[in-house]
């Protein structure tokens, strides 16, 4: 595999994590501190490194127990946490950066739910004698900077239209975890 294919690859494993992370940075109204983004950007690469790595370890022979509950563990997590997003974009009280990922016990149910398909692709490319390193470091950079990226895109988004776009970002998560779990029952 090139690095095109590698970059390609990454890109597509990624575009999940970015609606994501667009969709938590829109409750953001306040100026976001750049250490906070970076922690952010850090935990999901970091969450698709570990599951690409562990896929590529595990190979083949876990991918059928995995790929059976993987969509369920994606929509759950994303649903729970679209639904607090939607209803605290409802409550009358004007919070500032009331944000779905100042927790880290939010942060890593996220992060994991967004790599999932890392772990599959991992597997995936275990078996097509393809370069571990060139791959993973390239899904890394990428989630990272597509997680900055989203999240200050998010965050704009959030000052500019306020609780109706953090009500949208609970929304997309929501259809975002719906569409997860579509794919893994092939109905989508």
């Known amino acids: 595999m090139n690095i095109l294919s590698a970059l390609l ?7 999940d994590n970015f609606a994501v992370t667009i969709a938590s940075g829109c409750c953001h109204r306040n100026r976001i501190p750049a250490a ?6 850090v ?19 876990a991918e059928r127990y995995i790929g059976a509950v993987d969509h369920w563990i994606a929509f759950l997590i994303l649903l ?7 209803k605290e974009s409802r409550s ?3 919070q500032e950066d009331a944000c779905v990922l100042h927790s880290f016990k939010t942060l890593v149910p996220l992060s994991v739910a967004t790599s ?3 772990l599959l692709v991992g597997m995936g490319l275990a078996f097509a004698s393809t370069s571990f390193w060139p791959v993973v470091w390239t899904l890394s950079a990428c989630v990272f900077v597509t997680s900055i990226a989203g ?8 000052r500019k239209f306020g609780k109706v776009m953090e009500a949208a970002g609970g929304a997309v998560l929501v259809l975002i975890g719906v569409k997860l779990l579509l794919e893994g029952l092939g109905i989508w």
């Open 9 to 15: 690859v990454a890109l597509g494993l990624s575009m």
């Open 36 to 41: 906070y983004t970076f922690k952010v950007g």
């Open 43 to 61: 935990m999901f690469a970091a969450a698709h490194f570990i599951m690409f790595s562990a896929g590529w370890l595990c190979g083949a022979g």
């Open 80 to 86: 729970f946490i679209g639904g607090k997003m939607i």
């Open 92 to 94: 009358a009280d004007e």
């Open 116 to 118: 999932l398909d890392a």
């Open 151 to 158: 999240f200050y895109l998010g965050a704009w988004l959030g």
